[in-house]
């Protein structure tokens, strides 16, 4: 199985901060990623497919890149709204798995 | 509008089953491929299991054998049969929608959630 290791495991930052966060794959997958954000006691909503591709909606400040076993998820200028957690996950093939997520919290 | 919305959650004892339902609506159900993704109390996303259009099933190593996803296509409608139920079965079930009629393994809708506790 494909495992994918997300870092770190919470951020502190202020509005209007660059916020990276990265997810290493076990092993090639191409750009099969998504990522996810989710906010407490809410189904998760994507935004990132296949490793940079923006889901309609989604604010263009998050961005995605990467291919291969490594990506990331930047937030270009943190808005309030965006303190949440942020989930990345591969779907190169069953099983499909996810990242153990980012907490963005507020500094 | 895309609508998932899920039932059938609850308290059950360890060794139990329970059937989860998700009811779909506002797009054509039958063409996507649709999953289960569970969430344990403080934990990450784990993926549970997936029903594509064709009815081909895939499960999580931790739910194979135990858990059985299924459709019905004429109502709109995806399964999940659980039963020998264990205490690390507890989550917040999730249904989820494939981004496209083209199975991706991303989800772009998913239902509301609901709880399933396994304990005695």
């Known amino acids: 199985d494909i495992q994918m290791t997300q870092s770190p495991s919470s951020v502190s930052a202020s509005v209007g901060d660059r916020v990276i966060i990265t997810c290493r794959a076990s092993?090639?997958?191409?750009?099969?990623v998504a990522w996810y954000q989710q906010k407490p006691g809410k189904a998760p909503n994507l935004l990132i497919y296949s490793a940079s591709s923006l889901q309609g909606g989604v604010p263009s400040r998050f961005s995605g890149s990467g291919s291969g076993t490594d990506f990331t998820l930047t937030i270009s200028s943190l808005q309030s709204e965006d303190f949440a957690t942020y989930h990345c996950q591969h779907a190169n093939s069953f099983p499909l798995t996810f990242g153990g997520g980012t907490k963005v919290e507020i500094k | 509008e895309v609508q998932l919305v899920e039932s059938g959650g609850g308290l059950v004892q360890p060794g139990g089953s329970l059937r989860l339902s998700c009811a779909a609506s506002g797009f054509t159900f039958s063409s996507y491929a649709m999953s289960w993704v569970r969430q344990a109390p403080g934990k990450g996303l784990e993926w549970v299991s997936c029903?594509?259009?064709?009815?081909?099933?895939y499960y999580a190593d931790s739910v194979k054998g135990r858990f059985t996803i299924s459709r019905d296509n004429s109502k709109n409608t995806v399964f999940l049969q659980m039963s020998s139920l264990r205490a690390e079965d507890t989550a917040v079930y999730y249904c989820?929608?494939?981004?496209?009629?083209?199975?991706?393994?991303?989800?772009?809708?998913w239902g509301q959630g609901t709880l399933v506790t396994v304990s005695s």
């Open positions: 092993q090639d997958i191409g750009k099969w």
């Open positions: 989820a929608k494939d981004l496209t009629t083209v199975s991706t393994g991303w989800f772009d809708s």
């Open positions: 029903i594509d259009k064709g009815a081909g099933t």
